[in-house]
């Protein structure tokens, strides 16, 4: 399986799309949702092997597991599926509601498989790599503001653990703590296609 676009969710009903903050407030109040953080492995496709996806679909059932949740109910922020593909002007006017989804999604998940691409140049990617990136530094911001760490975990996998950051000093030290973070990757914040952040459906786990 693979991450799917927006534009396809879309047509297929899969979305759900949120008018305004008070529409997100009270969904998130009545339903077990999920933002999930993860760094893009490729240059048009944030998961071009499937890995991320992999590690996502293990993450949520553990997650489900530990707070009792059932997979019908959860409903997920991902950026590749929540924000829109093919139109930048909307891409781009989706980017105001980052704040707001990650804030106040019961649960956050940073999903960091160790991979190995060529789609980048023979590039490795870690937990380390996420940790460096602008956007994904921008998305545990957001989430932290309003919730602190609680409900935010980290998953490694396929075949990973699910770890609350609460129970990763690092993890909060490498973000907020210390005077000298991870260098960031130039092209992270320059690219002139970035990855975009933001947008107003959640979709359903099931």
């Not at 002007?89 to 019961?106: E, G, H, K, V």
């Not at 999903?111 to 996420?130: C, H, K, M, N, W």
């Not at 460096?132 to 975990?153: N, T």
Request: glycine share 6%; hydrophobic share 40%; aromatic share 8%.
């Amino acid at each position: 399986g693979s991450f799917r676009p927006y534009e396809e969710c879309r047509d297929e009903g899969q979305l759900v799309v949120l008018d305004s903050s008070s529409d997100l407030l009270k969904f998130a109040a009545r339903h077990p949702t999920v933002f999930i953080s993860h760094q893009w492995l490729g240059n048009r496709a944030p998961d071009p092997d499937g890995v991320q996806y992999a590690a996502a679909l293990e993450a949520c059932e553990l997650l489900c597991d530990k707070a009792g949740v059932s997979p019908e109910e959860l409903y997920l922020w991902l950026d590749y599926t929540s924000i829109p593909q093919r139109n930048l002007t909307l891409q781009m006017l989706s980017i105001d509601s980052l704040p707001l989804y990650a804030a106040n999604s019961a649960f956050f998940i940073i999903i960091a498989p160790d991979v190995q691409t060529a789609g980048l140049g023979e590039r490795a990617f870690s937990i380390d790599t996420y940790r460096a990136r602008g956007w994904c530094r921008l998305e545990q911001f957001a989430r932290i503001s309003q919730r602190d760490v609680d409900g935010m975990y980290q998953c490694q996998g396929p075949r990973g653990q699910l770890m609350a950051m609460k129970d990763d000093p690092r993890a909060c030290e490498n973000l907020v703590l210390t005077s000298k973070p991870p260098a960031l990757d130039p092209s992270d914040l320059r690219d002139a296609t970035p990855k975009p952040l933001a947008a107003d459906p959640w979709t359903s786990a099931s």
